[in-house]
């Protein structure tokens, strides 16, 4: 299950694009990333604070290179104002999850010690399960589903990140 988890960082991406909030943008994009062959790990869509435009952020998996030819092709898209990738340097990224549980009697209170050592809240409790709301880097995230590995994992669902530029730099 650890292998299932835990994805290595090598290769991965985060770019981030500014686009016209109108349908068609996304197939348009997925498309110059698809040709290329890169895997979409994750996207993330929702309109900016300006309801004309809406900010795509998408994480993907590939070589460097081909990354930077993506980037100059979206560029060139009618609808696209902005595309450029973060690094870690230059940004705040977070993922949320959530994650469902087994829980028994018995092992109830290990579960929450664990949740609570993440910082992660309780979304819901019943007698046999337990959904967990957790947010941070994906390498936090990775850890978390880790250690609860051992109690039963059933499902969780993952947003992907999101991302914003530090400082005055715009995202």
Known sequence: MKELLLKSADNIHTISLLVANKPGVLVRVALIFSRRGFNLESLVVSPVLEGRFSRMTITARGDKGTLEQIIKQAQK???VVQAHEH????AVEKELALIKIKVSDANRAEVLQVISHFKAETADLTQESLVVQVTGSTEKLD???????????????RTGKVVMARGKEKT
């Open 143 to 157: 850890a978390m589903l880790e250690m609860l590995a051992s109690y039963g994992i059933i499902e969780v669902v």
């Open 77 to 79: 898209l009618v609808d």
């Open 87 to 90: 690094t870690d340097q230059n």
